[in-house]
Nanobody, 127 residues
Framework: QVQLVESGGGLVQAGGSLRLSCAAS????????MGWFRQPPGKEREFVAA????????YYADSVKGRFTISRDNAKNTVYLQMNSLKPEDTAVYYC????????????????????WGQGTQVTVSL
């Protein structure tokens, strides 16, 4: 069992930066691929970024490539999402996810198939 708690969301102006954190409980954190998904208002939840258990492989949605960076610290049971050059279209609830499948598989999974979810954190980007 894994419990995930996100933090770091908030209101930021376009062009600004935020860093999201996701703290995980459980001693098997390093076994899981970790990911970030987001759900814009009135839309489906969508993939943002994923990282494999060691941190050696990362994957990004085309819409965030070059602006967002996912990383993890297995000693702290934490995964991060550094978001730079934020745009109003990045406004969404951001969710942390954990799954025993690989990050490469996670990026193509439907939300219903993901093993564990956090409660979400709101990110709002204003003009």
């Amino acid at each position: 069992q894994v419990q995930l708690v996100e933090s770091g969301g908030g209101l930021v102006q376009a062009g600004g930066s935020l860093r999201l954190s996701c703290a995980a409980s459980g001693r098997t954190f390093s076994s899981y691929a970790m990911g970030w998904f987001r759900q814009p208002p009135g839309k489906e939840r969508e993939f943002v970024a994923a990282i494999n258990w060691s941190g050696g492989d990362t994957y990004y949605a085309d819409s965030v490539k070059g602006r967002f960076t996912i990383s993890r610290d297995n000693a702290k049971n934490t995964v991060y999402l550094q978001m730079n050059s934020l745009k109003p279209e990045d406004t969404a609830v951001y969710y942390c996810a954990a799954d025993l499948r690989t990050a490469q598989v996670m990026r193509r999974m439907s939300a219903r198939a993901i093993d564990y979810w956090g409660q979400g954190t709101q990110v709002t980007v204003s003009l």
